[in-house]
């Protein structure tokens, strides 16, 4: 393990913050590594090369399966209906966490300690919140989109392609604001217990009041709040479907044809929602721990676990979109080539639109 001596940027950001007093930087880290390098590795050698592998796999399949979505959405964006623009967004941050952000702590792992400084460590930290609200986010206008059109038909008659950008910027703008007001002065990005990534620095929560406030509002309208929207929305889609499935049986083919399509997108829906909450309620509940619990009752090793599966969410969502790409395109083998072909790319549009009849 290095010594502060032994790193010259822990070294100069201690001489450059010894004139700064209570500003330093090292007041804001867990008190169990104040007085060590925070971005030396806590884990072995083995663990962070196992760790650095398994982080490259997922980069590098997010990376190609967000792009063949992304490149799919091109090829007609001036096509695409509302619900397929939120779900190209969707691939967006999936694809920008991958490319901006998974190097950096890639890198890390497999050079046993961050190496990219404070500076390194707040962008590190900024693209992580950034994407990962912005998915979320994302995900919640979705489940919504989804409820309205289900529960209250009137939505689909009004519901425009200039609404879906509308709350495109929405939902830029609001991940935007969360994620650059730690680095306003309110909060701040730190070093994980583990020391080879950063996060939100969870610990604020406990030097100040001011500290436990600011993660307080962070988890109600970063996680709380969006998670209860899409919780609500599902619940009562399959409260819905339960009760209207029965009135669908009298109707002709083709709006029973309509109804399993909605049904088959909206499963696609849950499914990108709970791969990505199952993801990231492990992390989540263990900051939550670490701010207002004790911190140092969960041991290092174990609280890179949560981190690494929490990673792994933006690589789910391409292997849903395919899986069931698959499954729709082998119920027509049936049919020519000609018109499998048809099918599968007129499947592959179904599943990007997660909400179109």
Same mark, same amino acid.
Request: glycine share 6%; hydrophobic share 45%; aromatic share 14%.
């Given at each position: 393990?290095?010594?502060?001596? &032994?790193? *010259?940027?822990?070294?100069?950001?201690?001489?450059?913050?010894?004139?700064?007093?209570?500003?330093?930087?090292d007041e804001y880290l867990p008190h169990y590594i104040r007085d060590e390098d925070p971005f030396t590795s806590k884990l072995s050698k083995e663990a962070d090369i196992a760790a650095g592998f398994y982080l490259t796999i997922v980069g590098v399949l997010s990376t190609l399966g967000n792009g063949y979505v992304i490149f799919l959405s091109a090829r007609q964006k001036k096509k695409l209906k509302p619900a397929e623009i939120m779900t190209v967004n969707l691939a967006v941050c999936d694809f920008g966490i991958s490319v901006s952000g998974k190097p950096f702590t890639i890198i890390s792992f497999?050079?046993?300690?961050?190496?990219?400084?404070? #500076?390194?460590?707040?962008?590190?930290?900024?693209?992580?919140?950034?994407?990962?609200?912005?998915?979320?986010?994302?995900?919640?206008? +979705? $489940?919504?989109?989804?409820?309205?059109?289900?529960?209250?038909?009137?939505?689909?008659?009004?519901?425009?392609?200039?609404?879906?950008?509308?709350?495109?910027?929405? #939902?830029? +703008?609001?991940?935007?604001?969360?994620?650059?007001?730690? %680095?306003?002065?309110?909060?701040?990005?730190? *070093?994980?217990?583990?020391?080879?990534?950063?996060?939100?620095?969870?610990?604020?929560?406990?030097? $100040?009041?001011?500290? &436990?406030?600011?993660?307080?509002?962070?988890?109600?309208?970063?996680?709380?709040?969006?998670?209860?929207?899409?919780?609500?929305?599902?619940?009562? #889609?399959?409260?819905?479907?339960?009760? $209207?499935?029965?009135?669908?049986?009298?109707?002709?083919?083709?709006? &029973?044809?309509?109804?399993?399509?909605?049904?088959? @997108?909206?499963? +696609?829906?849950?499914?990108?929602?709970?791969?990505?909450?199952?993801?990231?309620?492990?992390?989540?509940? +263990?900051?939550?721990?670490?701010?207002?619990?004790?911190?140092?009752?969960?041991?290092?090793?174990?609280?890179?676990?949560?981190?690494?599966?929490?990673?792994?969410?933006?690589?789910?969502?391409?292997?849903?979109?395919? @899986?069931?790409?698959?499954?729709?395109?082998?119920?027509?083998?049936?049919?020519?080539?000609?018109?499998?072909?048809? $099918?599968? @790319?007129?499947?592959?549009?179904?599943? %990007?639109?997660?909400?179109?009849?």
């Open positions: 393990m290095a010594t502060h001596g &032994q790193d *010259p940027a822990w070294g100069s950001h201690r001489g450059h913050c010894s004139s700064c007093g209570s500003s330093s930087q497999f050079s046993h300690r961050w190496i990219f400084g404070w #500076i390194g460590c707040r962008w590190y930290g900024w693209v992580g919140f950034f994407f990962g609200c912005g998915s979320l986010i994302t995900m919640m206008t +979705v $489940s919504l989109d989804r409820y309205l059109k289900i529960c209250h038909l009137s939505y689909g008659t009004w519901l425009k392609r200039h609404h879906a950008f509308m709350c495109l910027v929405a #939902i830029w +703008v609001y991940a935007s604001f969360w994620a650059t007001m730690p %680095l306003t002065g309110v909060g701040n990005y730190a *070093p994980e217990p583990f020391g080879t990534s950063c996060t939100l620095d969870w610990w604020l929560a406990q030097s $100040s009041v001011a500290g &436990q406030a600011f993660i307080l509002n962070i988890l109600f309208f970063c996680l709380v709040f969006p998670t209860a929207v899409i919780v609500f929305s599902y619940v009562k #889609i399959i409260l819905k479907v339960k009760s $209207s499935s029965k009135e669908v049986a009298h109707f002709d083919t083709r709006i &029973q044809n309509s109804h399993q399509l909605e049904m088959k @997108l909206t499963k +696609v829906a849950v499914l990108i929602c709970a791969g990505f909450l199952i993801a990231w309620i492990p992390y989540a509940v +263990v900051s939550v721990w670490s701010a207002f619990g004790h911190p140092d009752s969960v041991p290092i090793p174990l609280s890179v676990v949560p981190t690494l599966f929490a990673k792994s969410a933006a690589m789910y969502n391409p292997i849903i979109y395919q @899986l069931i790409n698959c499954k729709s395109a082998c119920c027509q083998a049936h049919g020519s080539k000609a018109l499998q072909k048809k $099918s599968t @790319l007129q499947n592959t549009r179904y599943i %990007l639109e997660v909400g179109q009849p």
